[in-house]
């Protein structure tokens, strides 16, 4: 069974400028789950998904993140513009409900932005 | 809000046992997890128990869970170099946030 995929894994930018992030979760997996993992800290939920619907996005900073999940697969995660504080790892990760049976992560991208 | 807890760093010896401690704050935790991460990767879960569990053991992992002090641990026996990474401790909470709420990691090193 293929992992959750994403991409790219590695992006440098300036500050001000945009990104874009991409996820595929596992097959039939219903919930879709974006973190933000800052350097020598645990990920912080950023988004949850069901489906195609917003679950929870109460610790997103909307004024500059956005996300979305078109069909209730992929996702893809926006930042603009950047800051340098958004330095960080994102990662992706999904599970079969919101039962609390275990979330199954990707690789995660990682952001500079200087 | 919740909270989680570890200790930073743990430094054992190849064939020892490795302890990871966790505290936690949420009385209404559900599941607790121990997810593991090597460099450049992301978290791969090793293993969960069920609040109402005091023990699971899988393999060489044993997890330990004191819900009266809200406090899990886990034991990694024949501890190997291959061991090595960062551990983190979860809890998923049945109230109203209902998501998965991380300690700052343990970086465990496996000495030779």
């Known amino acids: 069974e293929a992992g959750v995929a994403q991409s790219p894994r590695y992006k440098i930018i300036e500050k001000r400028q945009s990104v874009a992030f991409w996820c595929n979760p596992i097959s039939g997996h219903a919930t879709l789950y974006w973190y933000q993992q800052i350097l020598g800290q645990g990920p912080k939920l950023l988004i949850q998904?069901?489906?195609?619907?917003?679950?929870?996005d109460s610790q997103l900073p909307k004024d500059r993140f956005s996300a979305e999940r078109l069909k209730g697969v992929d996702s893809t995660l926006k930042i603009q513009p950047a800051k340098l504080e958004d330095s960080a790892v994102y990662l992706c990760?999904?599970?079969?409900?919101?039962?609390?049976?275990?979330?199954?992560f990707g690789p995660g991208t990682r952001l500079t932005v200087l | 809000g919740e909270d989680v807890e570890q200790s930073l760093f743990l430094s054992v010896r190849e064939g020892d046992s490795s302890v990871i401690n966790c505290t936690y704050t949420?009385?209404?935790?559900?599941?607790l997890y121990w997810y593991k991460q090597e460099p450049g990767a992301g978290l791969q879960l090793l293993t969960y128990i069920f609040s109402n569990m005091d023990m699971k053991q899988d393999q060489r992992l044993t997890v330990l869970l004191n819900k009266k002090d809200k406090h899990l641990s886990l034991r990694i026996a024949d501890t190997q170099t291959g061991d090595s990474a960062i551990y983190f401790c979860a809890e998923f909470s049945s109230g109203s946030a209902r998501q998965l709420t991380f300690g700052s990691g343990t970086q465990l090193t496996v000495l030779p």
């Open positions: 949420d009385s209404s935790s559900t599941y």
């Open positions: 998904f069901q489906n195609n619907g917003v679950v929870d």
């Open positions: 990760a999904s599970s079969p409900g919101t039962s609390g049976s275990g979330q199954f």
